[in-house]
């Protein structure tokens, strides 16, 4: 079946680690990839996206995520986490311009 | 600028009662969804709208879920009669017009069915 998956469902780093979230789907076509953070008693929002080109894409507050589109991946990455990065985190793949499809997300514990 | 507003933020109800669930969306958004995030799991679409028009419902349990729109802005989502199964957390998600376009999500309503 046509899916996002996140492996990580639990993650936990002290600060000042790097963080490497995975995420892979299974769709064919023409795919657009999304990073979504839902901090503790707020809403989703979104951290980053891949449209074209560069595949390569900076969000805010220094994540990145690289698309591979031959592993079909779109892993998130971080070099130094802080406390504050804790939080909830959804990879999401938008299929020939129809609907968002979301994994079932990571939570990042980072401890002080 | 305000961003997707719901309401309630919460509510407990019992099965077998109705719930209606209120979405105010950016203004300027076309393209408003509604999903259903279980705990643990990512957000699921139940439906999508452009303007006033559902352009898809297929994951709308159409039993006992309804949603309307009717003037292309703000828009409600109903269950009648909830049964315990529908506790999890209802987003209302807005976007200029759909497709590539990044979705502003609203806060959710979280619903118990006791």
């Known amino acids: 079946a046509q899916s996002v998956s996140q492996h990580n469902h639990h993650v936990i780093l002290s600060e000042a680690a790097s963080l490497e979230l995975g995420c892979n789907y299974s769709?064919?076509?023409?795919?657009?990839l999304f990073w979504y953070v839902q901090y503790p008693g707020q809403h989703l929002q979104l951290l980053l996206k891949?449209?074209?080109?560069?595949?390569l894409v900076k969000g805010i507050k220094g994540f990145e995520a690289e698309f591979i589109k031959s592993k079909f991946s779109f892993n998130l990455r971080k070099p130094s986490v802080q406390w504050s990065d804790t939080a909830e985190y959804f990879c999401?793949?938008?299929?020939?311009?129809?609907?968002?499809?979301f994994g079932a997300g990571t939570r990042l514990t980072v401890k002080p | 600028e305000a961003g997707v507003v719901q309401s309630p933020r919460y509510k407990i109800i019992e099965k077998k009662q109705p719930v209606a669930f209120w979405c105010n969306p950016i203004?300027?958004?076309?393209?408003l969804y509604w999903y259903l995030q279980n705990l643990g799991q990512g957000p699921e679409l139940l439906i999508r709208?452009?303007?006033?028009?559902?352009?898809?419902d297929s994951q709308l349990p159409k039993d006992r879920f309804s949603a309307e729109r009717l003037k292309g802005v703000d828009s409600t989502l109903k269950i009648q009669p909830a049964e315990l199964g529908d506790s999890a957390v209802y987003l209302c998600?807005?976007?200029?017009?759909?497709?590539?376009?990044?979705?502003?999500f609203g806060p959710g309503t979280r619903l118990t069915v006791l």
């Open positions: 891949y449209f074209s080109g560069d595949p």
């Open positions: 709208y452009e303007n006033e028009e559902a352009v898809d």
């Open positions: 769709y064919g076509g023409t795919v657009n």
């Open positions: 999401a793949v938008n299929v020939n311009n129809n609907d968002m499809r």
């Open positions: 998600a807005s976007s200029l017009d759909g497709g590539y376009n990044e979705q502003f």
């Open positions: 203004s300027g958004h076309n393209t």
